[in-house]
């Protein structure tokens, strides 16, 4: 029966099952009841494997389709009336012939099946920052990953009203036929339509969809922000909090970052760290003139490979309870889950992520083929399990201020480990000029270099250029700016192996950008690219890191990788040249292209003091490099 009276919502699920024709409709009222009947129901049908009750209780595993593993992100498409409107870097389609298309292979899909209906809020329900959505699917597997990440139920539709407004979100799954797999954004009719997948990110409308496609571009029209990051909580050991919000592309380590555990030598001095968020951020100018942030999101979608109790033990212990696995491999001596990473040992008795007996003795961590689990495995984990999740992730009134915002990417060259930006339109423009090397989380080729400005390329909702100006016109109305820096964990040495240990130790790189952040700053060096730390002045420790055999980390180590190479910077900031030449050009604000003057200028010529006198960018050369390997 249906759950509301408001005509919108009612029309759009009639207009839904009058296209999809299922047998039958049930709207989801988020009761415990109902949730535990859907489970059940998946497990009967095996489109969930129940795993071990004792071990891993209410917790579930699911295998997709081989074709279906990751975002597909050269099938995703924002359907504007303009094409301009969508930019250059977005795939495009026309909303009339982006709908009929997928009435054309929605229509009769959901024949003989169920119809689910979802209303969902992101950000807490009732709260200022909160939008709410419908999506509706014939999609067990996506109730209940929605019912986890996003808060679901009754009290949506109450909020929602007699006429109230929401984002629809049409999810069919159809064949799961690659060739016919599209997702489609129409941002000027506030609508979502997904067919033929049934993964992650392409059929959780509320998460890459709205949270970011959709509200990017209602965020540039009203004023706001939505990104692709992280939102952290440090306290101090006098007891003061700040709090960091940090864009990294696609498992680029926001998971690993929101949920640190500081080394020892830090936890015994006081420090801790908070979650609020490990994937979107929604960021308003507060009425004291500096960003707010709220994490819209109510659990996560972590990438699995990796995830141990040391790398993360905050993320692995959100696992132990009424989570969803996704392409794990499975442990049938237990009816455990396992993934590369976990342990050291290989369990002998294990079933791949596509059903089949696994045979550890093939192994070979080079060949990605010889996995257990999907490189993009994931698992979906309400947030409230998050053994440091912040008493500010679930009240209705708080978002919390930024002191910084960190931007970041995979660089096995070039970048340093943490620099920062001189101000706010510098960090827009570093921002602007992120690349990173591709990762499993999107259909392709991994470990290819590529821009991903604001780790947004893949959500940007609207023309990347609207997007930069979107960020420069947010500087001038924000009072107290948050400062803006860049990190890169992943620089290699010749034979490959990370120069930085990452992880519970990027804590010592944070210390340092909150410390840039204080009343009284701690000093740095002026560089061609930016503020710079002092080798001394990041804390070392008690660090025990062996870079490769037998090499421990010292502060030569650090100073290697904190070194600014004007050569290097140079080719940089001519590539950055080409980008910005090519496609975006015309939208690019003079912000941005004086800040690249600037920068072409600190490389070229041995000055004390860094220029800062705009300088007109040449004629373009055209952007070549494919990888950062040097
Ligand atoms: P999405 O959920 O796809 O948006 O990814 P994410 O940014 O949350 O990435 P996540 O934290 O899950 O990290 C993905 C991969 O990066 C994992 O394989 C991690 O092991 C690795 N990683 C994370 N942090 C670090 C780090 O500090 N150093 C190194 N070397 N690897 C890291
Ligand atoms: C990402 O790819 O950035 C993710 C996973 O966080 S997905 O939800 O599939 O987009
Ligand atoms: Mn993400």
Same mark, same amino acid.
Request: charge should be negative; hydrophobic fraction near 40%.
């Given at each position: 029966?249906a759950?509301?009276?408001?005509?919108k919502?009612?029309d759009f699920?009639?207009?839904?099952a009058?296209?999809?024709?299922?047998?039958?409709?049930?709207?989801?009222?988020?009761?415990?009841?109902q949730?535990?009947a859907?489970?059940?129901?998946?497990?009967?049908?095996?489109? $969930?494997?129940?795993?071990?009750?004792h $071990?891993?209780?209410?917790?579930?595993?699911?295998?997709t389709?081989?074709n279906?593993?990751?975002?597909?992100?050269?099938?995703?498409f924002?359907?504007?009336k303009?094409k301009?409107?969508?930019?250059?870097?977005? =795939?495009? &389609?026309?909303?009339?012939?982006?709908?009929?298309?997928?009435n054309?292979?929605?229509? /009769?899909?959901?024949?003989?099946?169920?119809?689910?209906?979802?209303?969902?809020s &992101? +950000?807490?329900? +009732?709260?200022d920052?909160?939008?709410?959505?419908?999506?509706?699917?014939?999609?067990?597997?996506?109730?209940?990953?929605?019912?986890i990440?996003?808060?679901?139920?009754?009290?949506?539709?109450?909020?929602?009203?007699?006429?109230?407004d929401?984002i *629809?979100g049409?999810?069919a799954?159809?064949?799961v036929d690659?060739?016919?797999r599209?997702?489609?954004?129409?941002?000027?009719?506030?609508? @979502? @339509?997904?067919?033929?997948?049934?993964y992650g990110g392409?059929v959780?409308?509320?998460?890459?969809c709205?949270?970011?496609?959709?509200?990017?571009?209602?965020?540039?029209?009203?004023?706001?922000?939505?990104?692709?990051?992280?939102?952290?909580?440090?306290?101090?050991?006098?007891?003061?909090?700040?709090?960091?919000?940090?864009?990294?592309?696609?498992?680029?380590?926001?998971t690993n970052?929101?949920?640190?555990?500081?080394? !020892?030598?830090?936890?015994?001095?006081?420090y801790?760290?908070?979650?609020?968020?490990?994937?979107?951020?929604?960021?308003r100018?507060?009425?004291?003139g500096?960003?707010?942030?709220?994490?819209?999101?109510?659990?996560?979608?972590?990438?699995?490979?990796?995830?141990?109790?040391?790398?993360?033990?905050?993320?692995l212990q959100?696992?132990?309870?009424g989570?969803?696995?996704?392409?794990?491999?499975?442990? #049938?001596?237990d009816m455990?889950?396992?993934?590369? /990473?976990?342990?050291?040992e290989?369990?002998?008795h294990?079933?791949?992520w596509t059903?089949?007996?696994?045979?550890?003795?093939?192994f070979?961590k080079?060949?990605?083929s010889?996995?257990?689990?999907?490189?993009?495995?994931?698992f979906t984990?309400?947030?409230?399990?998050?053994?440091?999740?912040?008493?500010?992730?679930?009240?209705?009134?708080?978002a919390?201020?930024l002191?910084?915002?960190?931007?970041? /990417?995979?660089?096995?060259?070039? #970048?340093?480990l943490? =620099?920062?930006?001189?101000?706010?339109?510098?960090?827009v423009?570093?921002g602007?000029?992120?690349?990173?090397?591709?990762?499993?989380?999107?259909? +392709?080729?991994?470990?290819?270099?590529?821009? %991903?400005? &604001?780790?947004m390329?893949?959500?940007?909702?609207?023309?990347?250029?609207?997007?930069f100006?979107h960020?420069v016109d947010?500087g001038t109305?924000?009072?107290n700016?948050? !400062? @803006?820096?860049?990190?890169?964990?992943?620089?290699?040495?010749?034979? /490959?192996?990370? &120069?930085?240990?990452?992880?519970?130790d990027?804590?010592?790189?944070l210390?340092?950008i909150?410390?840039?952040?204080?009343?009284?700053?701690?000093?740095a060096?002026?560089?061609?690219? +930016? =503020?710079?730390?002092?080798?001394?002045d990041?804390?070392?420790? %008690?660090?025990?890191?062996?870079?490769?055999?037998?090499?421990?980390?010292?502060?030569? %180590?650090?100073?290697?990788?904190?070194?600014?190479?004007?050569?290097?910077?140079?080719?940089?900031?001519?590539e950055?040249e080409? =980008?910005?030449?090519?496609?975006? *050009? %015309?939208?690019?604000?003079?912000?941005?292209?004086?800040?690249?003057?600037?920068?072409?200028a600190?490389c070229?010529?041995e000055?004390?003091?860094?220029?800062?006198?705009?300088?007109?960018?040449?004629?373009?050369?055209?952007?070549?490099?494919?990888?950062d390997?040097?």
């Amino acid at each position: 029966m249906a759950l509301t009276k408001n005509k919108k919502v009612l029309d759009f699920v009639q207009e839904s099952a009058d296209l999809a024709q299922p047998d039958k409709i049930v709207w989801i009222d988020g009761s415990a009841d109902q949730i535990k009947a859907l489970k059940e129901e998946a497990v009967k049908s095996g489109e $969930l494997i129940k795993l071990n009750e004792h $071990l891993l209780p209410d917790c579930y595993l699911h295998r997709t389709k081989v074709n279906d593993v990751a975002r597909v992100e050269d099938r995703t498409f924002i359907c504007t009336k303009n094409k301009e409107d969508a930019g250059p870097i977005n =795939y495009w &389609m026309d909303p009339r012939e982006a709908k009929e298309l997928a009435n054309e292979i929605a229509r /009769g899909s959901m024949k003989g099946r169920t119809m689910y209906v979802i209303p969902y809020s &992101m +950000g807490v329900v +009732g709260s200022d920052f909160a939008k709410y959505g419908i999506e509706v699917t014939d999609s067990i597997y996506v109730v209940l990953n929605m019912n986890i990440m996003t808060r679901v139920g009754k009290s949506v539709l109450n909020k929602i009203g007699k006429d109230g407004d929401f984002i *629809k979100g049409f999810h069919a799954k159809c064949n799961v036929d690659a060739e016919k797999r599209y997702i489609m954004h129409f941002p000027e009719d506030n609508l @979502i @339509i997904s067919v033929n997948s049934a993964y992650g990110g392409n059929v959780l409308l509320g998460k890459k969809c709205f949270a970011l496609r959709i509200a990017s571009w209602l965020g540039k029209n009203e004023g706001w922000m939505a990104e692709h990051m992280l939102i952290l909580g440090v306290t101090f050991p006098d007891g003061e909090k700040k709090y960091v919000a940090a864009a990294f592309p696609s498992a680029c380590g926001k998971t690993n970052l929101a949920m640190l555990i500081p080394p !020892k030598h830090y936890t015994d001095l006081g420090y801790k760290i908070e979650t609020i968020g490990d994937d979107i951020a929604w960021i308003r100018v507060g009425e004291d003139g500096r960003l707010w942030a709220v994490n819209p999101e109510n659990g996560f979608f972590g990438v699995a490979p990796g995830t141990n109790e040391h790398s993360n033990y905050n993320a692995l212990q959100s696992t132990k309870r009424g989570t969803i696995f996704t392409n794990v491999a499975l442990n #049938t001596d237990d009816m455990t889950v396992w993934w590369e /990473g976990l342990t050291k040992e290989l369990p002998e008795h294990v079933i791949d992520w596509t059903g089949k007996p696994w045979n550890p003795a093939k192994f070979d961590k080079k060949d990605k083929s010889t996995c257990a689990a999907h490189p993009n495995s994931r698992f979906t984990a309400p947030a409230g399990n998050c053994p440091c999740i912040s008493d500010k992730f679930n009240s209705e009134k708080d978002a919390v201020p930024l002191s910084a915002i960190i931007f970041g /990417g995979r660089r096995a060259s070039t #970048t340093p480990l943490v =620099y920062e930006a001189r101000d706010w339109n510098h960090g827009v423009f570093i921002g602007s000029a992120m690349s990173s090397e591709t990762t499993a989380a999107a259909a +392709g080729a991994v470990g290819v270099l590529r821009h %991903d400005p &604001m780790a947004m390329k893949p959500f940007a909702g609207y023309h990347m250029g609207d997007y930069f100006a979107h960020w420069v016109d947010m500087g001038t109305k924000i009072k107290n700016p948050p !400062k @803006i820096f860049n990190v890169n964990w992943f620089r290699t040495d010749k034979d /490959g192996n990370f &120069m930085w240990p990452g992880f519970g130790d990027n804590m010592r790189v944070l210390e340092w950008i909150l410390k840039r952040c204080s009343d009284t700053p701690v000093d740095a060096e002026e560089t061609a690219i +930016g =503020y710079v730390p002092k080798a001394e002045d990041i804390d070392l420790t %008690d660090l025990d890191y062996e870079i490769c055999a037998g090499k421990k980390f010292g502060v030569d %180590d650090l100073t290697a990788i904190l070194t600014v190479d004007k050569e290097k910077w140079a080719k940089e900031a001519e590539e950055l040249e080409g =980008y910005y030449n090519g496609t975006i *050009k %015309d939208r690019i604000p003079q912000e941005l292209w004086d800040c690249l003057a600037t920068l072409k200028a600190n490389c070229k010529v041995e000055k004390k003091t860094p220029a800062t006198a705009a300088e007109a960018p040449a004629k373009p050369k055209p952007a070549a490099k494919k990888t950062d390997k040097e």
